[in-house]
């Protein structure tokens, strides 16, 4: 049986603080409620994952289910640190890059970065 490794983005992340700036586990990931949930140290942490950024950990299945049954209630359910938590994982989301036809051919624009520059074969499978 073949293991599939699964990585995404720490957004507590800080230099040489709060572990690495990527996780990576081969757990098998539960899809509930429109998020991933990794058990990445098994019987330990569960990581609530949203588009390749964890935004959550948990201590048990029930409380990662419990988690993400409060960000999908109404706003107001959540309470005010919560809600800090959720804004400030999605705000970590890395920025998706774009293709621009220019009349000096394509250009691969990286939000935020001030060099544009010609995209390779990879980065066009990447968008497409």
Same mark, same amino acid.
């Given at each position: 049986?073949?293991?599939?490794?699964?990585?995404?983005?720490?957004?507590?992340?800080?230099?040489?603080?709060?572990?690495?700036?990527?996780?990576?586990?081969?757990?098998?990931p539960?899809?509930?409620?429109?998020?991933?949930?990794?058990?990445?140290?098994?019987?330990?942490?569960?990581?609530?994952?949203?588009?390749?950024?964890?935004?959550?950990?948990?201590?048990?299945?029930?409380?990662?289910?419990?988690?993400?049954?409060?960000?999908? /209630?109404? =706003? !107001?359910?959540l309470?005010?640190?919560?809600?800090?938590?959720? %804004? *400030?994982?999605?705000? +970590?989301?890395?920025?998706?890059?774009?293709?621009? /036809?220019? =009349? !000096?051919?394509?250009?691969?624009?990286?939000?935020?970065?001030? %060099? *544009?520059?010609?995209? +390779?074969?990879?980065?066009?499978?990447?968008?497409?």
């Open positions: 049986m073949t293991m599939t490794t699964h990585q995404y983005l720490n957004p507590w992340h800080e230099a040489g603080r709060y572990g690495p700036k990527y996780y990576t586990t081969e757990a098998t539960r899809e509930y409620g429109g998020y991933l949930i990794f058990n990445r140290i098994p019987g330990v942490c569960w990581d609530i994952v949203k588009d390749g950024v964890c935004i959550a950990q948990r201590a048990r299945m029930k409380g990662a289910r419990g988690f993400i049954d409060q960000l999908n /209630a109404p =706003t !107001a359910d309470t005010e640190a919560q809600a800090y938590f959720v %804004k *400030r994982a999605l705000k +970590n989301l890395p920025p998706k890059p774009t293709v621009e /036809a220019t =009349t !000096a051919g394509l250009q691969y624009i990286i939000p935020g970065a001030e %060099k *544009r520059q010609r995209p +390779n074969a990879t980065q066009l499978e990447l968008l497409l």
